[in-house]
């Protein structure tokens, strides 16, 4: 009839249309599903406000960095520094010098600090980043994608899903370092990450200084450098492992892990871990650097230590200082 309303799986009518089934299509390019009878009309206007959105968080993004809160307090310190003077030092109170000089810049920048973590956690605004950060990378342009690669580690455990997809789908740290020191990254997210280095290619360098990781997280890497074996250097420098981490590095090493330098300084390892790293010695060539200081050794780790060289280890430097071993385990 004249009032009859248009069929939605007809190409030319003006709904866009459904399945066969006459359900929501998945595929709809429309945030996950355009309902059924809504026009073409409409689905322009909710891609474009979802554009307006995205474009919104990424101005805001840019505006709450660490490095752009920096950026503030260099500009509008020293300005609402004199501001101050001029407050105590004028007969009267200047309510718009107060207000413009140092309100509005402490707004700004309480603002930047707290909306910073919540974009973070919005999955449109990582997704941008990872592509930032490719993009930066492919262009040699290395300072700024280490930049974002830091905003990426400030996420989180969603930050680490985003790096290791970035690590399975492209090149862009073959032939290079890992830096994930300091970053906020939890045990479960450092293990996933261990998982994705394990079938990398290239990589030469991992630093995990400071990081919340575990002796299981400790031993997922571990099967990393026995499955990876371009790994040349890594470093724990100051993380919580303790015997059983130690010694998931020393059988890693024993089982052929190519590293040259593994620095363990500051951790928790004891002489359960010197003896471990002594008996690999004796079957690893590769490793020419172990730094031990600062750990829990005693002189019976020390000793165990001081024979694997004397049977001929190829170990170049072994740093044992700042542990608790004694004259007689020195000489």
């Known amino acids: 009839s004249a009032h009859e309303l248009p069929n939605s799986s007809d190409p030319s009518s003006p709904l866009m249309p459904c399945n066969e089934d006459g359900e929501v299509s998945a595929e709809s390019p429309v945030c996950g599903g355009n309902p059924c009878g809504m026009s073409k009309y409409a689905a322009a206007i909710a891609a474009a406000c979802q554009k307006a959105v995205l474009e919104g968080q990424k101005a805001a993004f840019k505006q709450s960095t660490p490095e752009r809160r920096l950026c503030m307090l260099i500009e509008d310190g020293p300005q609402g520094i004199l501001a101050t003077l001029y407050t105590f030092t004028a007969k009267s109170l200047q309510w718009t010098i107060v207000v413009l000089n140092i309100g509005v810049p402490a707004l700004r920048l309480i603002f930047a600090y707290f909306i910073y973590p919540i974009l973070l956690t919005q999955e449109a605004v990582l997704t941008w980043l990872s592509s930032e950060w490719s993009l930066h990378w492919r262009a040699g342009n290395r300072d700024r994608a280490d ?15 985003v790096i290791a997809e970035v690590m399975r789908s492209t090149d862009i740290f073959k032939g290079g370092s890992l830096d994930l020191q300091d970053k906020g990254f939890s045990d479960a997210a450092l293990k996933a990450l261990a998982r ?10 991992i630093d995990l200084t400071g990081t919340e990781i575990s002796d299981s997280g400790v031993r997922a890497w571990a099967d990393a450098l026995t499955a990876n074996t371009s790994v040349q250097e ?28 593994l620095d363990l300084s500051g951790t928790r390892i004891g002489d359960g871990a010197a003896r471990a790293f002594a008996e690999a010695l004796l079957a690893n060539s590769s490793l020419e650097e172990l730094i031990l200081g600062g750990t829990g050794i005693t002189d019976d780790g020390g000793r165990a230590l001081a024979e694997a060289l004397a049977k001929g280890a190829s170990l170049r430097k072994l740093d044992l200082s700042g542990t608790r071993i004694g004259d007689g385990a020195a000489r």
């Open 147 to 161: 930049i974002v690669f830091n905003h990426l580690a400030d996420a989180g455990d969603a930050g680490a899903k």
């Open 196 to 205: 994705m280095v394990g079938g990398f290619g290239p990589l030469q360098k």
């Open 234 to 261: 890594l470093i724990l420098y100051y993380t919580g492992i303790t015997d059983d981490g130690g010694r998931a590095l020393a059988e890693a090493l024993a089982k052929g892990a190519s590293l040259r330098k």
